[in-house]
């Protein structure tokens, strides 16, 4: 048996370490307490798009524990606790998700800043990114404005349905898997054909998402229309980081976790029960803040041009 | 035959797509920040060599193909089939033009072939990577002419014609790369 050896070279061993220090000197220059929340919890998150994994426990009568898909909740009930800015790297758990760019288990950084706005937050995701890979500048590009920019597509006209939505991708793709609602028609037109087309375009922030996919970003209006207060950053057209200005109003932040849940049922997939603490917490109040959670592995991966995240993690998902 | 999900889609699982027996190439899993997670799969379709690049859905299945690869020795043909033999069952496969293909010109008798079954028929031939022909036509060695850069066209007892360098002569035996269909070098004296 060899694969008891890394999958990563001690090169890239040595890179992991001293970006991790990289960044903690980053969040310490700037007064960002470094926290650590559970690995294994009682709630997790209702999104469709992310399987999860469930632990059992040896009493029976206990319900299934779940390996935190990133850090978000707990540390939204320490900001609720007063403890100020914050930031985190956390091992974080998506089960099925394994590629040249997805690891099952993967090192997210997730840091919040009060009273910041997704604007000022992208700004700090852009230098703390510059520094890491050596790269300065950046853009932003609205979710609508890159859309009609590479697609010639507005995805939040009205005639633009899922039927539409479908003959774009068709037309653009040939083939496209049966049963995609207009969300997931979206999501496939931004990996198959927008990443690919600003993979030259340095540092990108994608942001001002519609509706359907504001997750937990409060809305905002921008030029009469409402959107999600969030952000993508991509590099290299690859996704590097994903940031809100936050939700902080308790209703609608039920509502929206109801809505996925609601996303789950019509995909025919089992709903998730809502976490209580994290509502009891926005209920106490979530300061006014913005966060965001980085993919390390993958930061990481292009600082020292590694093809697959395999290369830069000690013993990948096979080894592990 | 069982079904595969995404996930189980490594490199050269066969597997059913529009009917057409395919193999697996290449699986890259793309998610997009929060939302739908899918596969681009790329796939060689084993009737007309054919790639095809498909995008799924992930956690969709397809269902597996039976095809098989053994390795038989070239018998004979009749024109219509080529037949090859199981050396240790002496059973008989006989593969249709199609199958064949363009391995037909590296078609000689007692060489082990490749050949891939689907439903227990013969779908593709595969050739070994080296060959040995015997030259049946060729010009006598042009002296002194570089004008064509030291090579003439020889064809083999195949059928087939490659180019040799000058110095080859009619009745020699050489060594051929069938992926590329040039020459090696003579054949080592057996």
């Known amino acids: 048996m060899s694969d008891w050896r890394p999958s990563a070279s001690q090169e890239r061993l040595a890179a992991r370490a001293a970006l991790t220090q990289q960044i903690r000197h980053f969040f310490h220059t700037r007064d960002v307490m470094e926290v650590e929340t559970p690995l294994l919890c009682q709630g997790t998150v209702p999104d469709p798009g992310i399987e999860i994994f469930s632990v059992p426990m040896q009493d029976a009568d206990s319900p299934d524990r779940y390996l935190q898909t990133s850090p978000e909740f707990a540390m939204k009930r320490l900001l609720a606790s007063g403890s100020g800015d914050i930031f985190q790297i956390a091992k974080a758990f998506r089960q099925e998700e394994q590629g040249r760019h997805h690891n099952p288990e993967f090192t997210l950084l997730e840091w919040y800043r009060l009273g910041w706005d997704h604007v000022a937050l992208m700004s700090e995701v852009a230098s703390l990114v510059g520094d890491a890979l050596g790269c300065d500048g950046w853009q932003i590009w609205p979710y609508r404005a890159l859309f009609i920019e590479i697609l010639g597509v507005d995805p939040f006209a009205e005639e633009v349905d899922a039927i539409f939505l479908l003959g774009v991708a068709q037309a653009k793709l040939g083939s496209v898997p049966d049963g995609l609602d207009r969300d997931a028609l979206l999501d496939m037109l931004m990996s198959h054909c927008i990443e690919p087309a600003i993979r030259d375009w340095g540092i990108v922030f994608v942001t001002d998402f519609p509706l359907s996919q504001a997750a937990l970003a409060r809305t905002i209006e921008v030029a009469n229309t409402a959107v999600a207060a969030r952000f993508e950053c991509y590099v290299a057209g690859r996704e590097l980081a994903n940031g809100y200005w936050e939700q902080s109003d308790p209703v609608a932040l039920a509502t929206q976790l109801d809505a996925e849940n609601g996303r789950r049922r019509q995909r025919g997939l089992p709903e998730r029960p809502v976490d209580e603490r994290l509502l009891a917490a926005q209920r106490q109040g979530l300061p006014d803040c913005a966060g965001v959670a980085l993919g390390i592995d993958r930061l990481l991966a292009m600082q020292v041009s590694a093809d697959a995240l395999t290369e830069v993690i000690s013993f990948d998902w096979t080894r592990a | ?190």
Do not use: H
Request: net charge negative; glycine share 8%; proline share 5%.
């Open chain 2, 1 to 190: 035959m069982a079904n595969f999900s995404t996930n189980e889609f490594k490199p050269g699982l066969k597997v059913m797509l529009d009917s057409e027996p395919c193999s697996i190439l290449e699986n890259e899993f793309v998610k997009p920040g929060k939302g739908q997670a899918f596969n681009r799969v790329k796939l060689r379709n084993l009737k007309s060599g054919r790639v095809w690049e498909r995008t799924f859905k992930s956690g969709d299945t397809l269902e597996g193909a039976d095809v098989m690869d053994i390795d038989l020795e070239y018998s004979y043909t009749d024109g219509e089939f080529w037949y090859f033999m199981d050396p240790s069952s002496y059973e008989q496969y006989g593969a249709d033009r199609d199958a064949v293909g363009e391995s037909e010109k590296w078609l000689k008798e007692q060489e082990r072939y490749e050949i891939t079954l689907y439903n227990g028929s013969p779908l593709a031939v595969t050739p070994p990577n080296f060959i040995e022909l015997e030259i049946t036509e060729t010009d006598p060695g042009l002296k002194g002419d570089t004008a064509q850069g030291g090579s003439k066209p020889a064809t083999l007892a195949t059928g087939a014609v490659v180019r040799v360098p000058l110095f080859i002569t009619e009745g020699e035996v050489i060594r051929i790369d069938t992926r590329t269909g040039e020459y090696v070098s003579r054949a080592s004296k057996s």
